[in-house]
């Protein structure tokens, strides 16, 4: 995939802001076949700090809210500015996604949420009570969440251990446990899921970055996470 859209930003800018695989070539990956009419309402939920919100609303021409809990907005809003992206494109909102969101039922046309959704998604209430109400009748879900090709946290491999607790391995599943989670909920369709193809060009662009979350989880890529770990996109339909 060329990524006409993810490299149009400065690379320099990319690490200095990306906080794990690099989500801007996930997000477009993601989008692929989405087809969001330009001008429609989206959350961008989990924006942290907003490089693919900037993205959804520069390169897509969507009305973006970047949602996030541990971002600041001001400082997103610098950001945003910075780009040029007109602010009646693109809002910045701090909020806790687990708890609800500050908008009316039936906001967004769509809901886009990358390496994020598997920290408070796997409540199996969370779909239905806490973010479909915000969803039109007919939007849509787009979500692109690190998992796991088969689940072994019966067995972890030592690889994984060299970054990472059980605790933290605990947010990672795969798409069999995805799809049951999200098959509890009712008033959704799924509408597809399956392996990622840039996991391994996304995680390189991570393990390039010259920060300390960065060297933190190198130890286990290149002692073979990868062959353990992917990352699922998942789409759905609210009916």
Same mark, same amino acid.
């Given at each position: 995939?060329?990524?006409?859209?993810?490299?149009?930003?400065?690379?320099?800018?990319?690490?200095?802001?990306?906080?794990?695989?690099?989500? !801007?070539? !996930?997000?477009?990956?993601?989008?692929?076949?989405?087809?969001?009419?330009?001008?429609?309402?989206?959350?961008?939920?989990?924006?942290?700090?907003?490089?693919? *919100?900037?993205?959804?609303?520069?390169?897509?021409? !969507?009305?973006?809210? =970047?949602?996030?809990?541990? *971002?600041?907005?001001?400082?997103?809003?610098?950001?945003?500015?910075?780009?040029?992206?007109?602010?009646?494109?693109?809002?910045? $909102?701090?909020?806790?996604?687990?708890?609800?969101?500050?908008?009316?039922?039936?906001?967004?046309?769509? $809901?886009?949420?990358?390496?994020?959704?598997?920290?408070?998604?796997?409540?199996?209430?969370?779909?239905?009570?806490?973010?479909?109400?915000?969803?039109?009748?007919?939007?849509?879900?787009?979500?692109?969440?690190?998992?796991?090709?088969?689940?072994?946290?019966?067995?972890?491999?030592?690889?994984?251990?060299?970054?990472? &607790?059980?605790?933290?391995?605990?947010?990672?599943?795969?798409?069999?446990?995805?799809? =049951?989670?999200?098959?509890?909920?009712?008033?959704?369709?799924?509408?597809?899921?399956?392996?990622?193809?840039? &996991?391994?060009? =996304?995680?390189?662009?991570? !393990?390039?970055?010259?920060?300390?979350?960065?060297?933190?989880?190198?130890?286990?890529?290149?002692?073979?996470?990868?062959?353990?770990?992917?990352?699922?996109?998942?789409?759905?339909?609210?009916?």
């Amino acid at each position: 995939m060329r990524f006409s859209k993810a490299n149009t930003f400065d690379q320099t800018l990319i690490r200095s802001k990306i906080m794990g695989p690099n989500p !801007l070539k !996930l997000c477009e990956e993601l989008l692929a076949d989405a087809g969001i009419p330009a001008g429609s309402t989206v959350c961008d939920l989990g924006s942290g700090t907003g490089i693919t *919100s900037a993205m959804l609303a520069r390169e897509y021409h !969507l009305d973006v809210y =970047a949602v996030d809990l541990w *971002s600041d907005p001001d400082d997103n809003r610098r950001f945003f500015d910075g780009l040029g992206i007109p602010a009646k494109t693109i809002h910045p $909102v701090k909020a806790d996604a687990s708890r609800g969101l500050p908008f009316g039922h039936g906001f967004f046309d769509a $809901v886009i949420s990358i390496d994020s959704y598997n920290y408070y998604g796997r409540d199996p209430q969370y779909l239905g009570t806490r973010l479909l109400p915000y969803v039109k009748n007919g939007g849509m879900l787009y979500l692109s969440i690190p998992g796991m090709k088969h689940d072994c946290h019966d067995a972890l491999p030592d690889c994984l251990l060299k970054s990472w &607790t059980p605790e933290q391995l605990e947010y990672m599943h795969d798409i069999d446990w995805w799809r =049951a989670m999200i098959s509890l909920t009712s008033g959704i369709d799924i509408i597809d899921m399956h392996e990622m193809h840039c &996991t391994a060009e =996304a995680w390189n662009d991570w !393990l390039a970055c010259n920060n300390a979350y960065a060297d933190g989880d190198r130890a286990a890529v290149e002692a073979g996470a990868l062959e353990y770990l992917n990352t699922i996109a998942i789409t759905l339909r609210k009916r």
